[in-house]
């Protein structure tokens, strides 16, 4: 997979991405190989024309690397992942510009059966993970109910197994909030990738569908069903952490088995939309 490192320097205050505090000042950016550098040197890089396994469109991570440059640094993680769908067709930003303020990028908004779709991928500067916090707007006056799509091609091409899951053996099944899988079960080469779906407790988005199992496939692909009321805003909220070691991997997913998130975990969301995140209990 190619790797390109972009760096830039967000100055003025061409546009706005939505922050804990309210508005904060952004430059438009081209949404080609933008890297978001996150905690435990973690890298993740988009791309507006890529796609996973089963969609096409953004990826908010074409590749991702973990660790320092030279023989240390695992990359491959992906060829294509965190791609969202809605119908069975991949979002991405209509002008392929975006809006970045630090290691936060911002797309859309963009039509997609009847919503207005847009998204905010973040990599958190404690850990090796990126935030992806998907915007569904309702202008019309019917609810609309829509399947939506999480998915992702890996980097481990097909060699991948599952290593541990939410309910804490190594099969993942529809109940699992979350998934750990890697390329190798002692000496992973490419990094161990964790998929974080939703929360606990009595959420109103689960997975109802896994397409593809991250088993030997490739892929990583679920579906699920999401509804908006009319003239109102739902969020969805995923995250996907990358890690050196299977035992990294294991002890970082602990956070994501309390009912709520963490503040690092939050930073940057306001509290005004927690409530309406569908896929976690905030």
């Not at 797309?107 to 090796?128: E, H, I, N, Y």
């Not at 998907?134 to 019917?142: P, V």
């Not at 091409?157 to 909030?177: C, F, I, K, Q, T």
């Not at 407790?201 to 509804?227: A, D, H, L, W, Y």
Request: overall charge neutral; hydrophobic content about 35%.
């Amino acid at each position: 997979m190619r790797r390109v490192r972009l760096v830039v320097t967000v100055a003025g205050a061409a546009a706005a991405i939505v922050l804990a505090s309210g508005l904060v000042a952004a430059k438009p950016v081209s949404l080609e190989y933008q890297v978001l550098n996150g905690g435990r040197l973690s890298s993740w890089d988009s791309d507006n024309d890529d796609g996973g396994c089963e969609l096409s469109g953004y990826a908010g991570v074409s590749d991702g690397w973990i660790g320092p440059e030279g023989d240390d640094l695992m990359d491959d993680a992906f060829d294509g992942g965190a791609v969202f769908g809605i119908e069975g067709v991949g979002y991405s930003d209509p002008d392929g510009i975006g809006n970045k303020v630090g290691d936060s990028l911002a797309s859309g908004p963009r039509t997609m059966s009847g919503l207005r779709v847009s998204r905010v991928d973040r990599a958190l500067p404690k850990s090796p993970t990126l935030r992806t916090l998907m915007t569904l707007r309702n202008n019309g006056n019917t609810p609309q109910t829509v399947e939506i799509t999480w998915d992702a091609n890996l980097g481990s091409d097909g060699s991948e197994e599952v290593r541990r899951s939410a309910s804490g053996d190594a099969v993942y099944a529809l109940g699992d909030r979350w998934v750990i899988s890697s390329d190798d079960p002692t000496t992973p080469g490419d990094p161990v990738l964790t998929h974080v779906l939703f929360g606990k407790g009595k959420v109103r988005s689960k997975t109802t569908e896994i397409v593809n199992q991250p088993e030997g496939t490739g892929c990583f692909t679920v579906r699920s069903m999401v509804r908006v009321p009319r003239k109102q805003t739902r969020y969805l909220l995923f995250f996907i952490e990358m890690n050196r070691t299977h035992n990294a991997s294991f002890n970082s997913a602990r956070k994501f088995n309390k009912r709520g998130l963490n503040k690092a975990l939050l930073q940057g969301i306001r509290p005004a939309i927690r409530g309406d995140i569908l896929n976690w209990k905030l």
